[in-house]
């Protein structure tokens, strides 16, 4: 249901760590909104270095663009964002001011997967059955 995608420029990141960081946004998103881990994507998207650019000049910031069904509390998803945020630091060896995080939302019925409309926030249960 949630998906994050990473965006960084290429060779910033191994793949030893994007495997530790989808984990950790895995683990951390599960335990914020309260889904099961197997609901979480994660997509890592890698420019070419020449492509990636923060105040008009070649840079290699870490972005985080989450989406989660909208009907979470406020407070979650600000809990949620600096916890990413900590966690891509920490994992990517990048500087706190160099990660970006920012949490979209819209309504659950704006979305679909595996061919069923996605269940409102607390709902996953009736939503797993046949």
Known sequence: MPVHTCTTAQ???????????????????AAVNRVPPAYVDVVFSELPVDSVFV?????????ISGWARRGHPQEATT?????LSAAASDIAGVGWEHVLVVIQDSPAR????GGRVLPEPGAETTWLEP
């Open 110 to 113: 704006s979305a679909v997967e």
């Open 11 to 29: 060779g910033t990141l191994t793949a030893e760590i994007k495997a530790a960081l989808a984990a950790e946004i895995t683990r951390i998103h």
């Open 79 to 83: 809990d949620l964002a600096l916890r």
């Open 55 to 63: 105040g008009g000049e070649p840079g290699r910031p870490l972005l």
